[in-house]
């Protein structure tokens, strides 16, 4: 089992920047691609960003690419977001999530995904 615990999340002014943290425990001597998603009030949870395990390949949702930056540190088991130019679309429950079948190619599914943090939430005022 793996477990993932988001953290870094808050209440900042559109135009600031957030960076997320996701750590993972458990079974960390497996490979994984990690992804983060998020979930505004109302609406299906979106891709946001993937990475792979060795951080080469990364994805992006085309409403986030070129202001968020996706990364990892396998010595530390944490995967971060870095949110630059925060709007309030941004405004959402941020989850990360790990998927131990495609760590050379991760997907933009979420149901491809195996392990889920808890979330936390990202509000953006206007």
């Known amino acids: 089992q793996v477990q993932l615990v988001e953290s870094g999340g808050g209440l900042v002014q559109a135009g600031d920047s957030l960076r997320l943290s996701c750590a993972a425990s458990?079974?960390?001597?497996?490979?994984?691609?990690m992804g983060w998603f998020r979930q505004a009030p109302g609406k299906e949870r979106d891709f946001v960003a993937a990475i792979s395990w060795s951080g080469r390949s990364t994805y992006y949702a085309d409403s986030v690419k070129g202001r968020f930056t996706i990364s990892r540190d396998n010595a530390k088991n944490t995967v971060y977001l870095q949110m630059n130019s925060l709007k309030s679309e941004d405004t959402a429950v941020y989850y990360c999530?790990?998927?131990?079948?495609?760590?050379?190619?991760?997907?933009?599914?979420?149901?491809?995904?195996?392990?889920w943090g808890q979330g936390t939430q990202v509000t953006v005022s206007s």
């Open positions: 999530a790990a998927d131990p079948s495609r760590f050379t190619s991760p997907t933009m599914t979420d149901y491809d995904y195996d392990y």
């Open positions: 458990g079974s960390t001597g497996r490979r994984f691609a």
